[in-house]
């Protein structure tokens, strides 16, 4: 995969590198194998650090991989269509960098997804599934997430999606998917942004609460807050999205 800046971008010099993608071993799922391997490459980039778009090197990914360009296109075409990578006529194809008022609106629906889920899980979810929750923050009771935020970026990612699998509701959670991986990557750079870690577990611990006492219309709140919380940040503080 090479890095080279995308039309009209001026934010650093072309840079190049290459990332380690293992080659795929099982030749009769080439294009969903792809797909996952390219989907994880990209995640894993944390794109808003970058100062340049991403380019990728379709070639030197089907290299990688060890199989034909086909699959590596066919997948391409998929992560398009999820907003994951866009192609340019003559130049590549780029990871998707969202503006501002794309996050932000993202996050509005994941905030309404969240806190129905979160009002179901009081409803459906059985006692010890919701002790599990507590649990992922053990490490944290000390009160200082920020001390391991690496560690910690990486609970908070997978409280909020156990907060939708818990809900139990199959489409949502379907609907939930693909948009969570978007703000997975956004997660993960604000977290440590204006002592977002140390005030997020304290959210967290709240909401966990609320679902103890199987209190509905609380948690909802909470979780509905949680997540516009990031919105308010994202408009005030993300001037690297612009």
Known sequence: MSFEPG??????????????????????????????AL?????????????????????QLAQS???SRTPVRE???QLEREGFVHSV??????????????VIEMIQVW????????????????????????SMFATFEDGTPHAKLDEYSEVNIQFHQSIIAMGGNQIL?????????????????????DDRADRSIQDHLAII????????????VLVRNHALGLADHIAKHANYLD
């Open 111 to 134: 905030a309404a997804l969240e806190s129905l889920s979160a009002r179901l899980i009081t409803q459906r979810a059985e006692d010890a599934e919701i002790a599990s929750l507590r």
């Open 65 to 67: 991989l060890g199989v």
């Open 209 to 220: 609460q609320a679902l103890e006492a199987r209190d509905a219309e609380r948690v909802e």
């Open 75 to 77: 997948a391409m075409a």
């Open 173 to 193: 959670i379907g609907l939930a998917e693909n948009l969570f991986t978007h703000m997975r990557m956004i997660r993960r750079k604000t977290i440590g942004e």
């Open 89 to 102: 006529p003559r130049r590549g194809i780029y990871v998707v960098r969202k503006t501002r008022r794309e």
């Open 7 to 36: 039309p009209g971008v001026r934010r650093g010099p072309p840079v190049a590198a290459r990332l380690s993608v293992a080659p795929l071993e099982d030749t009769s799922t080439f294009k969903n194998r792809a797909y996952a």
């Open 39 to 59: 989907k994880e490459v990209i995640v894993s980039l944390n794109i808003y650090d970058q100062a340049h778009e991403v380019r990728l090197d379709e070639r």
